[in-house]
């Protein structure tokens, strides 16, 4: 099986609602894994999490009250696929009411830091998620798929979802990959096979597609995270793709959804050809049919 690797990705922001004593700590434990976005109000994270200025939420359960709660409830309704995290550091009076009524909000993880290793909990629980899950499933999926291809087949489809944001264009994938844009173009075409632009292109899909799991989100915001010029211009890439107008496609894929349809038109049915296929070798694939770059 392929080996998995992840491309190193800047510190990821998480937004935040906290007691001023907790900003300090939150910083510290975060350092080298995230950086924190401190905002005085729920209304300020969810501005964030609309423009996709951050993956994560750490809630202060004592910032918490009854209030706030259907806040929280619509916060984590509009963006299931956000890490929400409450943060126990202190005991008060209303502290077990709080706790009780984040749980039934919605937010599942807890980290209680009134012990010193609860510091390191928060640390991995919120590093851990920024490699993201579709990105996994995507790797995981096809490390199966392509058991036995060369290694610069492999490297290809990893470099489509290494938990980066991803390239936007072939010339940009291949230059992440060492290799001339036409080169690699030539050489899947003479292989009969899908080119580099629909690998990527349906790969963004993907992405998107996840993205879209969070009502919350916007087709423009979507879009914009997506590296396209305009809604506009996702809408009509969306249906040259696949024929449907982008609502239609919200509507019709999740994430594994669409990752699905990426295999099974762009991966099995190819199989016997990617086995011996190596887009990123000093000889491409027609040196097994007499031919040279």
């Known amino acids: 099986m392929h080996q998995i690797a992840f491309s190193p990705l800047p ?9 001023p004593v907790e900003r300090t700590r939150v ?33 202060s359960v ?6 706030e709660l259907c806040a929280v409830a619509r916060l984590v309704r509009e963006f299931p696929r956000v890490t ?11 502290t077990p009411r709080a706790v009780l009524g984040l749980g039934q909000s919605g937010v599942k993880s807890l980290v209680d830091v009134r012990h010193p290793d609860g510091w390191g909990q928060l640390r991995d629980l919120l590093s851990n998620q920024f490699f993201s899950d579709i990105d996994r499933l995507a790797l995981g999926q096809l490390s199966l798929d392509l058991i036995g291809v060369p290694d610069g087949c492999w490297r290809f489809f990893a470099s489509l ?4 944001v991803g390239a936007s264009s072939v010339r940009a994938l ?9 080169t690699m173009m030539s050489r899947f075409f003479r292989a009969e096979l899908p080119s580099p632009k629909r690998y ?13 799991e969070n009502p919350g989100l916007s087709v423009a915001s979507v879009s914009d995270r997506m590296d396209y010029s305009s809604p506009q211009s996702f809408g009509r890439h969306v249906r040259m793709l696949i024929g449907l107008t982008a609502l239609e496609f919200r509507e019709r894929y999740n994430g594994e959804g669409m990752l699905y349809r990426f295999r099974d038109e762009l991966v099995r049915p190819h199989l016997h ?8 070798a000093s000889r491409g694939p027609a040196s097994t049919k007499g031919g040279s770059d």
């Open 174 to 182: 291949a230059s992440r990959l060492l290799v001339l844009p036409t």
């Open 161 to 164: 979802f290494d938990g980066a």
């Open 62 to 67: 004592a910032r918490c009250g009854e209030e």
């Open 273 to 280: 050809r990617l086995r011996t296929f190596d887009p990123l």
């Open 11 to 19: 510190l990821e922001p998480v937004t935040t609602v906290l007691l």
């Open 27 to 59: 910083d510290a434990a975060g350092e080298g894994r995230y950086r924190a976005l401190h905002r005085d109000s729920l209304e300020d994270v969810f501005d964030d999490l609309r423009g996709q200025r951050a993956g994560a939420v750490v809630l």
């Open 200 to 212: 990527l292109a349906m790969a963004r899909l993907v992405r998107a597609a996840r993205a879209f």
């Open 84 to 94: 929400a995290v409450a943060l126990l550091s202190d005991d008060q009076r209303d």
